[in-house]
């Protein structure tokens, strides 16, 4: 499984951007879909995820505010960010799990400038 993530960028805050993963290889054997971000000095923490049956599972910290979706056809995972705040800047990687393994993306960077 390889994924590749893109549509990060700098964005004001209050403003909104999409990022983007596309995913390719044994795409018939992951479970879930979802991203994480890992801000400077923190950890990486979980965003949202999303499983082949479409449940989602949001951070506090962003519901309400960020929407993750997929678009089988194109086997892309999305992840919608609206009402974006300071403290959302980060690395935002995307990662799917399979029933035995976990995979990564190279992770985009998201910046919100006041």
């Known amino acids: 499984v390889q994924l590749q993530a893109s549509g990060g960028g700098l964005v004001q805050a209050g403003g909104s951007l999409r990022v983007s993963c596309a995913v390719s290889?044994?795409?018939?054997?992951?479970?879930?879909m979802g991203w994480h971000r890992q801000a400077p000095g923190k950890q990486r923490e979980l965003v949202a995820t999303i499983t082949r049956g479409g449940a989602t599972n949001y951070a506090d910290f962003v519901k309400g505010r960020f929407t993750i979706s997929t678009d089988d056809a194109k086997n892309t995972v999305y992840l919608q960010m609206n009402s974006l705040k300071l403290d959302d800047t980060a690395v935002y990687y995307c990662?799917?799990?399979?029933?035995?393994?976990?995979?990564w993306g190279q992770g985009t960077q998201v910046t919100v400038s006041s």
């Open positions: 990662k799917v799990t399979t029933g035995i393994q976990a995979y």
């Open positions: 290889g044994n795409i018939a054997s992951i479970n879930v």
